[in-house]
């Protein structure tokens, strides 16, 4: 039986799944995990916390998720009220429910392109029309400026507007001012920030949670997966006005959280400070990885991230396999002249600038 010859959505007809390779390399840089292991103390407790549910596996867990809302509230700080959260299997699951919620057929959805490569993706899910809205028309770069988002947002009058800060694949944070134009200029549009990489954010970025007051449209959603050194349990979530949350009651499927997951999240969230330990570790290769690319004749883009993209590269699809066999796995974003690589361990670094210098004197 071949796909075509099921009764499959027309507009799905020609997809491709999506997935980066998980390929059994040494040096996994690829995908923006964690490189670090859960720290010992963490893990037992998640242990623990898991230990305590199962024997309550025969009951369906709390549907509202409190405990867990309680402390990502907490987490977040900035005022947050329990029922400005909510959390799902991933933020991708979280972003499906907004667009379950307030997308679907007849009604679109705008993004700046390049940002994450899976808001197009979930929003097609939905049978959303997805719009590509344009980076760095004002500067040549990949940055975007106020009033240019607010003029694409005006010309497509979407009903979701995604912006992307740290945005992936490029790196670098939006100023506020960006979020707030795309708000005014957006007469109806739920406005999300993706906030995947917000712990790695350099000194001094503000997040967008601070503009959610008075800003009903507005959803900030952020994860597990990044900085929490979370990704296997599937954690993310978003902070919102509390009529967001009642919105996405309405499309979650019952019981979506497991109550081994809820367990895991809340005690790994109670040691946040020693999960956290591992951020300004990963920034400073960060940092290192920034300052020595130029080094190698390759430029890098501003980072607020756990990764890096780097331009200059006369042919990326060519270094992409060049540093596979040197055993390093980097991320082929599809920016012509571009490679991505994530910012793990010092040993991680050093192996993939060892492995990019050989490479680039090899094709020279
Ligand atoms: C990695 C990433 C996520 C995380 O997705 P999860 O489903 O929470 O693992 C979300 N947004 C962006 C931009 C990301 O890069």
Not at 67 to 84: K, M, P, S
Not at 109 to 126: E, N, Q, V
Not at 275 to 280: I, K, N
Not at 296 to 305: I, K, R, Y
Request: charged share 20%; with cysteine; aromatic share 6%.
């Amino acid at each position: 039986m071949s796909l075509d010859a099921l009764p499959l959505r027309e507009d799905l007809r020609g997809s491709v799944p999506y997935g980066a390779p998980q390929l059994d390399v040494a040096v996994r840089l690829n995908t923006n995990e964690s490189s670090y292991d859960l720290p010992e103390p963490v893990a037992l407790a998640v242990v623990e916390a898991v230990a305590r549910e199962v024997r309550h596996l025969n009951r369906y867990p709390d549907r509202e998720f409190t405990v867990l809302r309680e402390e990502l509230a907490r987490y977040l700080g900035h005022d947050l009220a329990t029922e400005q959260l909510w959390a799902a299997n991933g933020s991708n699951e979280v972003l499906l429910q907004v667009l379950q919620a307030f997308g679907g057929p007849g009604r679109t959805a705008l993004g700046f392109t390049p940002a994450y490569s899976m808001h197009p993706i979930i929003t097609a899910t939905t049978s959303t029309a997805w719009v590509d809205g344009r980076r760095g028309a004002a500067s040549g770069d990949f940055d975007l400026d106020a009033d240019d988002v607010a003029r694409q947002v005006r010309d497509t009058d979407p009903d979701v507007v995604f912006l992307c800060s740290p945005n992936n694949p490029t790196g670098t944070a939006l100023p506020l001012e960006v979020v707030r134009a795309a708000y005014e200029a957006s007469g109806h549009a739920m406005v999300v920030v993706d906030e995947a990489y917000a712990e790695f954010a350099r000194a001094g970025t503000p997040s967008a949670l601070t503009l959610l007051p008075g800003r009903p449209r507005l959803v900030v959603t952020r994860t597990m997966s990044k900085a929490f050194a979370f990704a296997g349990a599937r954690v993310g979530y978003l902070a919102g006005d509390p009529a967001v949350c009642d919105a996405l009651r309405l499309v979650r499927l019952p019981y979506h959280l497991s109550s081994l997951t809820q367990a895991a999240a809340v005690a790994a969230l109670r040691q946040a400070p020693v999960l956290l330990g591992t951020v300004a570790a990963i920034r400073a290769q960060r940092d290192r990885i920034v300052a020595a690319l130029p080094g190698l004749g390759v430029q890098p883009v501003p980072s607020d991230a756990n990764f890096v993209l780097f331009g200059g590269l006369a042919d990326a699809a060519a270094t992409w396999r060049d540093l596979l066999e040197h055993g390093v796995l980097v991320r082929d974003v599809g920016l012509p002249g571009y490679l991505r690589v994530t910012a793990g361990t010092p040993d991680e670094t050093t192996a993939f600038l060892t492995a990019l210098a050989a490479t680039l004197e090899e094709s020279r």
